[in-house]
């Protein structure tokens, strides 16, 4: 039976650069040429000694000026008229230019580099030096990686490693939403410790070898990913299509939400948020902070609205730079008025070193096998996310998202995430994936080129250097961090709805969804339902538990269980003929898309 599925993507016009005056006129062509050193020296020097070489002609006050919501008509049109030059992948890009447009990108991807670590050290209670620790070993091992990600190394044949485009990595929020299952199994079956007081509380005690053994189970199952990279990208994309990804990534969204986002604006997502009657958790952080108040407290709510509202009053006014990075202006407003207000506690900056790099802390490294099969399930996903991301990528960069390149580009960035996956394990850092957010500054300040992808990493590996700075992200109050992060991952649902948004919802598309659906929202609302489901299994021995303390983490994880689900319907059920009904009319934005064809591809 034939397919009816049909997927519309924006193939991008090939862009001639934009000029760069004297140095450009030989430094701009086609395809790029190769120099002696002698010629490079020149290159290097005039680049350095003229103005052109340092600031180019980028409309710096379009990048810097704020806009004004209110100017409609011909006003906002003779205003938006006129827009930067694009700089494509390998365009010479002015040094200015390229360290602002690094450093946006740094500020873009910040605020979901930090929030992991940071819940990571909540839901293992680990101390402020540790915790610390984490978040510059991460913001380090993204700048590592996200290097190795921007390459284009050709290995043997039509294999690659990394993709050629800004391909920046960061902690996967689906390894987040799964490590928060894992530790619960670990604190429930005696891994980690814990103490329950005579009203029943349970305290959760540090455990950072729960962190250890995540580490390692992530180790071993990142060659599952390496493997993959190796499939053919046709056939990972018949598998995993559209209809797939894009439940995965609601479902991860939304999961966050719940159980990070909106817990912390309350006032924090660890054991206060139960409101116990007695004990080190009964006020939010906990009795020890500046201003411990109950959880969900109206101070508490309005110090994470406050933040929520700054990112939306920076979109409404705030120019192209600061609204690629209004998640940040929101932390920064949310801090100074908690700073001022007195719920800011200094302790983590001051305990933070002046200098730090990997491995000033280390983790027993070791194996979870309950967790083995949820983590191999994440790396698949990882996998399914970075096809998504590099597809995007790829558009907004205006190089080719069909073809033997493309193809190319899908394969070496697996197999890099893949890699990183292994590697950032070694850095004492969760499994890095593609991120997505840089794909939106792309768009807006029309520079895809990787010299800027490359002063990204430089920032990223700096603030990571910089201890001090760690200390002050361990320091933003919880409302305030769940107020920006409530949309961050209201963000990261939105995109899985715009991932399914490309298939057409024919009868079948829409059963695989609600099946899809019925267990990951049923998980979301009611996130004890398999909790007990082998209480009656009578003394099974070890191997066994763990088994079923495997499929018990896959069954409580929404993304996890939904991405199932969706897979095993989507090939088992075969595909019908269209009815009228069904036919789907797309309107492209002309004006958003100026310079793209649409070209159908029939699968």
Known sequence: MSSIHSITTDQPEKTPPPSLGDLGATAHTTKRKRWNVGERMKRLQQKLTTRHGWVGDYDY????????PWRLGRARSKQTKIGPPFY???????IVLAAASGLQHALAMLAGLITPPIIFANALNLDAETSAYMISASLIGCGILSLVQMSRVRLF???????????????????LSTANAIFDAMYADGTCPSTVAVDGTVTRGPCPDA???VLGTSLICSFLEIFLSFVPARVLKRVFPPMVTGTVIVMIGASLIGSSGIPNWGGGSNDCASRPTSGFFQLCPNISAPRPLLWGSPEFIGLGFLSFITIIITE??????LKNISVIVGLAVGCIVAGAAGYIDGSSIKTAPAITFLWVHTFKIRVYAPAILPMLAVYVSLMMEAIGDITASAEVSRVSVVGEEFDTRIQGGVLSDGIGGFLSALFTVTPLSIFAQNNGVIAITRCANRTAGRF???????????GKISGVFLAIPNPVLGGVTTFLFASVA??????????????????VLAAAFSFGIGDLLVPTIFTHLFDGVSHPNKGLQGLFDSITIVLSTPFLISGLVAVVLNLILPQEDADDDDDVVEVIDVEAHPNSKEKELHV
């Open 61 to 68: 006050a379009w990048l810097c000026m704020p806009t004004a």
């Open 88 to 94: 494509a992948l390998d365009s010479e890009l002015p």
């Open 157 to 175: 044949r039509n294999y690659y490693l990394g993709t050629g485009l800004i391909s920046v990595v960061g902690t996967s929020f689906a390894t």
């Open 211 to 213: 962190y250890g053994m």
């Open 316 to 321: 409404l006014f705030g120019s192209p730079f």
């Open 456 to 466: 990204c990493c430089f920032f990223l590996i700096l603030f990571g250097v910089l």
């Open 494 to 511: 939105t995109s899985g709805v715009r991932v399914l948004s490309y298939n057409r919802f024919t009868r079948r598309d829409r059963f």
